[in-house]
């Protein structure tokens, strides 16, 4: 079961999750209000971030469906 938690980072409040001993931060929470709110938006939309998530998702993630990533990952 995930436990949540938040810190506050420079007076902005970031959630954390702990699931199976590992500690997830939220990066939403951590942009918020930075170059408005389609900062997310443009950094998923950068090739380097899809690779990145593929690949992790391919080393960490056993039900990863690298077929239909492609989807995502092809221009």
């Not at 998702?57 to 469906?65: Q, R, S, Y």
């Amino acid at each position: 079961m995930a436990n949540k938690s938040q810190i506050e980072v420079e007076n902005k409040l970031i959630s954390i999750v702990k699931q199976d001993e590992q500690d997830y931060i939220s990066l939403t929470d951590m942009v918020k209000g930075e170059e408005g709110s389609d900062h997310i938006r443009n950094w998923m939309r950068n090739r380097n971030t899809v690779e990145f998530i593929g690949l992790w998702e391919t080393l960490n993630n056993p039900n990863f469906k690298p077929v239909e990533f492609d989807t995502f990952r092809k221009p």
